[in-house]
C-alpha cells in the first residue's frame, strides 16, 4: 500500500505522531507495594510498545479513594511521581510518546481496598453484580468480591476531588508524561456522573443534563490547567457500553453535548471506548458522523479493531486514531506487524493482571522470535 492510512503522520498539540496507532490504557496490577509505585518492569514493558504513534498509561489513581483493584499504581505520592519517571524516561528514550489515565473508580470499589472506609459515588446507588479485585483480606488469597454500597459525596467533597484531577495532572507532568487522559469510561466515577441511571442527584450536579455534565466540565477544566495547555489533556468515554452498571438513557444526546462541552474546552482529543471485552455494542457510523462534526479535535476509537478495519476508519475520516488494546499485550511490535500483515500473537488471559515479568515482558517481536 502506497498511501496506508495506519502510517501517516498526525499533529497532537506540540506532538508529531509517527503512526495512527495506540496502545490503549491496560490495567496490568504490577505496581510496587507497599505504596503503588510504577517501576523498572512497567518501565521495560513501556518501553518495549514504543512504536505506537501514543501510548496511554494503565489507569493510574489520583488519590487513595479513587483505587478499586489490586495492585493498581498511584500518582499522588512523591515516589509514585517517581516511579512514573522511569516509565516515562525508558519510553521516551526509545522515541515514544505516553500520556497518564487518570483514575478514580468511585462506587466500584471494595472497602478492603481503601482502608475500610465507604466507597464514594455521584450517588448511593450500588453497581449490583459488578466484582471488582481485591489482594485477599485476612487470608491475603487474591480474588474478586462484589463492589461495597458507595455513599454520595457532598459538594464540598467534589470541590476536593477536582483538586485531586488538578493535582494528578501536575503531578503527571512532572513525572515527564506527555499529557494526560481523564477516563470518563467504562462506568468509574466521571461516568457516574454522566449516566442518567447511575445519578439521582438533585443538587448542581444532577438531574438535568447539563449538571450531569458539570463534573466532566469541572475535572476537565482542572486537568487543563494542572497539565498547562488543554492540548495535552484527552478525555476517554463509553457512550453505548453498559460495564460496571453505567447506562445512560439518551447516549446520542447526552455524549453529542459532552462532544461539544469538550470541543468548547479545547482539549487534545476524545477516546471512545467501544468495547471492553465482550460488552461490544454496535456503534452506528451516523453516531460517529455526529461526534466528528461536534468535535474538531483528535478522535481515537478502541474496541476490537483489526488494522482493516481501521484503515477503512481513518480513510472514512471519522476516526484520527485507532487504539488495539488485546494486540498490544502479546505483540509489543504491534505497528511493525499491521504494516506488514504479519500474524498477531495470542496473548495469556492468566498473566493480565498481577505477578511479574511473564506475560508482561516476556512476548516477543518478530525479529527476536525469528533469531
Ligand atoms: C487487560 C486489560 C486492562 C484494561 N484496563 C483498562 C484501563 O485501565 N482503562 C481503560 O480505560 N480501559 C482499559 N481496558 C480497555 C482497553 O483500553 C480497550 O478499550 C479494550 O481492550 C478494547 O480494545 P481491544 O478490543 O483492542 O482489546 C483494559 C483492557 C484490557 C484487555
Known amino acids: 500500500m502506497i498511501q496506508d492510512p495506519l502510517?501517516?503522520?498526525?499533529?497532537?498539540?506540540a506532538l508529531t505522531l509517527p503512526n495512527r496507532i495506540v496502545m490503549p490504557p491496560m490495567t496490568r496490577s504490577r505496581a510496587s507495594q507497599p505504596g503503588d509505585v510504577a517501576n523498572d518492569l512497567m518501565a521495560?514493558?513501556?518501553?518495549?510498545?514504543?512504536?505506537?504513534?501514543?501510548?496511554?498509561?494503565?489507569?493510574?489513581?489520583?488519590?487513595?479513594?479513587?483505587k478499586g483493584y489490586a495492585w493498581t499504581p498511584g500518582i499522588y505520592t512523591p515516589d509514585q511521581v517517581a516511579g512514573w519517571r522511569k516509565v516515562t524516561d525508558a519510553v521516551h528514550a526509545v522515541g515514544g510518546r505516553i500520556f497518564a489515565q487518570l483514575w478514580h473508580v468511585g462506587r466500584l470499589s471494595h472497602t478492603s481496598l481503601l482502608g475500610g472506609q465507604q466507597p464514594v459515588s455521584s450517588s448511593p446507588v450500588q453497581a449490583k453484580g459488578v466484582n471488582v479485585f481485591i489482594a485477599g483480606e485476612g487470608d491475603g488469597v487474591p480474588g474478586f468480591v462484589e463492589t461495597s454500597e458507595p455513599r454520595a459525596l457532598t459538594?464540598?467533597?467534589i470541590r476536593d476531588v477536582v483538586d485531586q484531577y488538578r493535582a494528578a495532572a501536575r503531578n503527571a507532568i512532572e513525572a515527564g508524561f506527555d499529557g494526560v487522559e481523564l477516563h470518563?469510561?467504562?462506568?468509574?466515577?466521571?461516568?457516574?456522573?454522566?449516566?442518567?441511571?447511575?445519578n439521582t442527584r438533585?443538587?448542581?450536579?444532577?438531574?438535568?443534563?447539563?449538571?450531569?455534565?458539570?463534573?466532566?466540565?469541572?475535572?476537565?477544566?482542572?486537568?487543563?490547567?494542572?497539565?498547562?495547555?488543554a492540548s495535552r489533556v484527552g478525555i476517554r468515554l463509553a457512550p453505548l457500553t453498559t460495564l460496571n452498571g453505567c447506562v445512560d438513557d439518551d447516549p446520542e444526546t447526552t455524549y453529542l453535548a459532552a462532544a461539544r462541552l469538550l470541543a468548547g474546552l479545547g482539549v487534545g482529543y476524545i477516546h471512545i471506548a467501544e468495547a471492553d471485552w465482550d460488552d461490544a455494542p454496535l456503534m452506528p457510523v451516523e453516531f460517529k458522523q455526529k461526534l466528528r462534526a461536534a468535535y474538531p479535535g483528535v478522535l481515537i476509537y478502541a474496541?476490537?479493531?483489526?488494522?482493516?478495519?481501521?484503515?477503512?476508519?481513518?480513510?472514512?475520516?471519522?476516526?484520527?486514531?485507532?487504539?488495539?488494546?488485546?494486540?498490544?499485550?502479546?505483540?509489543?511490535?504491534?505497528?511493525?506487524?499491521?504494516r506488514t500483515g504479519a500474524p498477531l500473537a495470542l496473548h495469556d488471559r492468566n498473566t493480565l493482571f498481577g505477578g511479574g515479568a511473564r506475560g508482561l515482558t516476556d512476548y516477543p517481536t518478530l525479529a527476536a522470535a525469528a533469531a
Open 7 to 13: 502510517f501517516q503522520p498526525l499533529r497532537l498539540g
Open 44 to 66: 521495560a514493558y513501556y518501553a518495549q510498545r514504543a512504536s505506537a504513534g501514543l501510548i496511554v498509561s494503565e489507569g493510574t489513581t489520583i488519590a487513595p479513594l479513587g
Open 155 to 157: 459538594i464540598d467533597e
Open 184 to 198: 470518563g469510561a467504562n462506568g468509574y466515577l466521571v461516568n457516574q456522573f454522566i449516566d442518567s441511571q447511575a
Open 202 to 229: 438533585t443538587d448542581a450536579y444532577g438531574g438535568s443534563l447539563e449538571n450531569r455534565l458539570r463534573f466532566l466540565d469541572d475535572v476537565t477544566q482542572a486537568l487543563i490547567e494542572g497539565a498547562g495547555d
Open 303 to 338: 474496541g476490537r479493531y483489526t488494522a482493516e478495519r481501521a484503515r477503512e476508519a481513518i480513510a472514512a475520516g471519522w476516526a484520527d486514531l485507532v487504539a488495539f488494546g488485546r494486540p498490544f499485550v502479546a505483540n509489543p511490535d504491534l505497528p511493525e506487524r499491521l
